[in-house]
């Protein structure tokens, strides 16, 4: 049975590390991955033949944030995944959290405003497209705090406690579709947490950790459950091939081990850039106050001083 083109995955050797590692290139993920970077790239180049700077951290981090897709989609680890639990669930976790935080830290939808040219008066092109979609009713809804946790929630519950998880991995389009799904919910999830590109949600700082920590748990419950289960949950994953020298339920007690695990990684990184951004912008508003005091010479305080004057006057 070959669920994923790449090879008969029913006949792979017991897991190891560098065996999970060796390249295996799914095409739908293969052409996804160059052509992100491809375009980002553009973007980049053509700032800088603007005269414009772009942070090379973001650089670094959307690059990062493409390279972990395509480990996760164009190696054995995707062959690895589609018989054993504990394998998909590093596909899982990685592409539904790490990948949507390292993506969203390049922050492309800023860089594609900056280097996408105006269409002109009255026509639209590319950057008119997007700037309309970022507006449009339906992206404020997908990105709501109110549509993004629950959807956070449900594509770990509804999705391997129903018969939906053994539908879509029967064909190779199915797993794709899973994979790119879990990519965008943990983009939407993210993204107005992250705060790092233009939303329709602007959330304060305060809220943004909130809606981080009101997901978290869930995932947490999910793995427990998971790790104490007696019985194999998920049908795909009932029967690992025999050259595998597995047993279903370890296998899925893994899963549940690395689900809960995965559950504090986001959590860390998420409240360290937001910590970062908080601070730098306190920074900024300082700045932005001593540039103000520096233009009018600082009349808020001079005004202050002559209203305590005044006070002592009448005292006297």
């Given at each position: 049975?070959?669920h994923s083109g790449?090879?008969?995955t ?15 290139a ?7 991955c160059?052509?992100?970077l ?7 180049v ?6 414009d700077?772009?942070p090379?951290?973001?650089?670094v ?25 504990s ?7 990685v592409i ?24 002109g ?34 594509s ?45 949600h ?20 999910f ?10 949950m ?5 029967n690992?091939?025999?050259s595998?020298g ?27 850039a937001l910590?970062?951004?908080w601070?730098?912008?306190e ?10 005091a520096?233009r009018d ?6 005004a ?9 006057t009448?005292?006297g």
């Amino acid at each position: 049975m070959d669920h994923s083109g790449h090879g008969m995955t029913m006949d792979l050797p017991p897991f190891t590390l560098g065996r999970g590692l060796a390249w295996s290139a799914d095409p739908f993920f293969l052409v996804a991955c160059l052509l992100g970077l491809a375009l980002y790239g553009w973007g980049v180049v053509r700032l800088a033949r603007r005269g414009d700077k772009w942070p090379v951290g973001r650089t670094v981090a959307f690059a990062a944030g493409v390279l972990s897709v395509a480990l996760m989609m164009c190696t054995k680890l995707n062959d690895y995944g589609m018989v054993m639990f504990s394998v998909h669930m590093v596909q899982h976790m990685v592409i539904s959290m790490v990948s949507p935080i390292l993506l969203l830290l390049g922050a492309p939808i800023t860089l594609a405003l900056r280097a996408l040219p105006p269409a002109g008066r009255g026509r639209k092109g590319p950057r008119e497209v997007l700037l309309m979609l970022l507006h449009s009713r339906y992206m404020r809804i997908i990105t709501h705090p109110a549509f993004t946790i629950p959807l956070f929630i449900a594509s770990l519950y509804a999705l391997y406690f129903t018969p939906l998880f053994d539908t879509l991995m029967g064909s190779q389009a199915g797993h794709i579709a899973m994979m790119v799904h879990f990519l965008a919910v943990g983009v939407v999830f993210f993204w107005p947490i992250m705060g790092v590109d233009p939303g329709p949600h602007r959330p304060g700082y305060l809220m943004r950790m909130l809606e981080l920590f009101a997901g978290m748990p869930f995932h947490a419950f999910f793995g427990i459950a998971l790790m104490m289960a007696s019985s194999p949950m998920v049908k795909t994953f009932e029967n690992p091939p025999a050259s595998l020298g597995i047993d279903a339920l370890s296998d899925q007690n893994a899963a549940g081990g690395i689900a809960w695990a995965f559950s504090e990684v986001p959590s860390v990184l998420v409240l360290l850039a937001l910590l970062f951004q908080w601070y730098a912008s306190e920074e900024r508003q300082a700045r932005r106050s001593d540039r103000a005091a520096d233009r009018d010479g600082d009349k808020e305080l001079a005004a202050y001083n002559a209203y305590l004057a005044s006070l002592n006057t009448r005292g006297g």
